[in-house]
């Protein structure tokens, strides 16, 4: 049984830009966590939680990693910096841990995804 799509309301864009702004704000900051996007937001954590989980199915700690993740990859693609410097601009403080969580996110690490993006 799979649920039929959400529709996004203006007012739920309006919710995920505020969480963007926020998220890249802060995007180099290794510390940022989901008390500080509550803390900025003026939520509480499980409403912040109820609310982000219900329009993105992402819990608030997976969007900020998908959020740095996918950002990283457009850094990537523009060839910006080698993959440690990417890696520290999108708030990863540890390079292996980053290439395991965008292996995990893309299936591949960093540089066989760079290599593929050249090759297309």
Known sequence: VQPHEI??????ERFIQKIIKVVETHLDDTQLSVD????????????????????????????IQDFRLRRAAQLIDKK???FAQ???????????????????????TPSEYANLQQEN
Not at 36 to 63: C, D, P, Q, W, Y
Not at 87 to 104: I, L, M, N, P
């Open 80 to 82: 910006t910096d080698n």
């Open 86 to 108: 990417i890696a520290f601009q999108v708030g990863f403080a540890d390079q292996s841990y980053f290439t395991k969580c965008f292996k995990k996110k893309f299936g591949k």
């Open 7 to 12: 529709a996004v309301s203006s007012l739920d």
């Open 36 to 63: 500080m996007v509550t803390t900025e937001l003026g939520m509480s954590r499980t409403n912040l939680h109820k609310k982000l989980k219900a329009i993105t199915g992402l819990a608030t700690s997976e969007f």
